[in-house]
């Protein structure tokens, strides 16, 4: 591991093309250390020099640093001490397709000449003492790919002029104090390359455009910690491979799209103001790892659907108003993965969730039972019921045959009507007489 200060004489090799000095303990500051620089100026093939991760390389980067070859290609001063300000030059170096100056206390202002370095694909610039406005003639560097420029201290807009940058792949410029509007240049084409777009934690606002669904290959957009408002646009199903979606920490409102992508493998819209019900169209995210839905006005039950998804992990639903009883399978048994408190009305679930148990089931069973007992009345009543109507029968059919017997015979017969007397008795009553 190399030590101490880089010499002042490393401008003698002429011939010079890579000066890697990754990962030392090499020291600099405001007095001493810097000179070499100044004398690489004379090693006109130069194309490479990188000095990071030497923590002890402090003091003021050098103005003469702008005085490099022509044919440097990669600057890498990252992950050191150095601090002051970027030169306003920088754009001398128009060979430079890598620049990193990150992790560094570099501060003052993005110099406008940063756009004459058109040949530039990688800027790295997070992690820094920068302020003011991200220049508009950004849009110059069209071989860009990656722009990063997260916590920078950045302010004011996103110029438009971003939406030239026709290469870029990945764009970070989050927790910084921008504002205004997301422009939509950014939306459109030519930027259809966008892989990863990351600008949470500012101070945009506005709606999220519907140009948003242009971005057909974007794989991940990450809008956290904004004040953007609306509704989400449904158009941004059309971004058929993105994975995920960090829309958390807004002012949204509306309800959640019904066709969200089927490829999420993450949906973040937390603490918003969304309403209505969770959909079931949901579940059809095969790949759905983590769902966040938590601090919104979501009303209605869980779909139980949700439990039958084997790949979500992670689940917090929790301080809405959702109502019902809550799903026994899948994510709802992993307590420490699972997150709904805050939803006073929801019932049932695990026992280890101590949800009170779900009215509907006793309703249900209090319904059981009086079906049995009805079951039972009526079975008895019309046993009652048939046996009346038996009797009544027989009684009928023993009246008819009466009727019939009545009927057949006209009245009693003559030995029935009268008393039998004898031959003697006749004869004394009637004294005689024959």
């Known amino acids: 591991m190399l030590s101490g200060y880089v010499p002042r004489t490393m401008g003698k090799l002429r011939a010079l093309q890579h000066l890697h000095l990754v990962d030392n303990m090499l020291e600099a500051n405001d007095g001493e250390g810097w000179e070499f620089v100044t004398s690489l100026s004379n090693c006109s093939k130069l194309q490479l020099l990188v000095i990071s991760y030497n923590a002890a390389f402090t003091g003021q980067l050098p103005s003469s640093i702008v005085n490099l070859s022509t044919t440097l290609q990669i600057l890498g001063l990252d992950n050191t001490g150095i601090w002051g300000s970027i030169p306003c030059v920088i754009g001398n170096l128009v060979g430079l397709q890598t620049l990193g100056i990150f992790n560094t206390s570099i501060s003052g202002e993005i110099p406008d000449s940063i756009g004459k370095l058109t040949n530039l694909t990688k800027l790295g610039l997070f992690n820094t003492n920068l302020s003011g406005q991200i220049p508009s003639t950004v849009g110059n560097l069209s071989k860009l790919t990656i722009l990063y420029a997260f916590h920078a201290n950045l302010e004011g807009p996103i110029p438009p002029s971003i939406g030239k940058l026709k290469s870029v792949f990945s764009l970070n410029l989050s927790m910084n104090h921008l504002t205004g509007a997301i422009p939509t240049e950014i939306f459109k084409q030519p930027l259809l390359s966008f892989g990863y777009l990351d600008l949470s934690y500012n101070s945009l606002s506005g709606p999220l455009p519907s140009e948003v669904g242009s971005l057909v290959n974007l794989n991940t957009l990450v809008l956290s910690g904004n004040q953007l408002s609306g509704e989400i646009p449904e158009s941004i199903r059309e971004c058929t491979v993105l994975q995920e979606l960090w ?112 009215k509907i089931d006793s309703v249900k069973n209090n319904r059981r039972r009086k079906l049995k007992y009805l079951k039972i009345a009526l079975a008895t009543t019309f046993a009652f019921l048939l046996l009346a109507i038996v009797i009544a029968l027989v009684h009928l059919i023993y009246w008819k045959q009466t009727r019939k017997q009545k009927g057949a015979f006209g009245s009693p017969m003559v030995e029935e009507q009268y008393e039998r007397v004898s031959c003697h008795a006749l004869s004394n009553g009637t004294n005689g007489f024959s």
């Open 247 to 358: 829309l958390d920490n807004k002012l949204f409102n509306g309800s959640i799209p019904q066709n969200l992508n089927k490829g999420l493998t993450t949906l973040n819209l937390s603490v918003n103001e969304l309403s209505g019900a969770i959909p079931d169209a949901i579940a059809s995210i095969s790949g759905l790892e983590q769902l966040f839905l938590a601090h919104n006005n979501l009303s209605g039950p869980i779909p139980a659907v949700l439990q039958y998804m084997t790949s979500l992990s992670n689940l917090d639903l929790s301080f809405n108003n959702l109502q019902g009883e809550v799903p026994k399978e899948g994510i709802f048994r992993n307590l420490v993965n699972l997150s709904i408190i805050g939803n006073n009305k929801l019932c049932g679930g695990i026992p280890q969730l101590y949800l009170v148990p779900c």
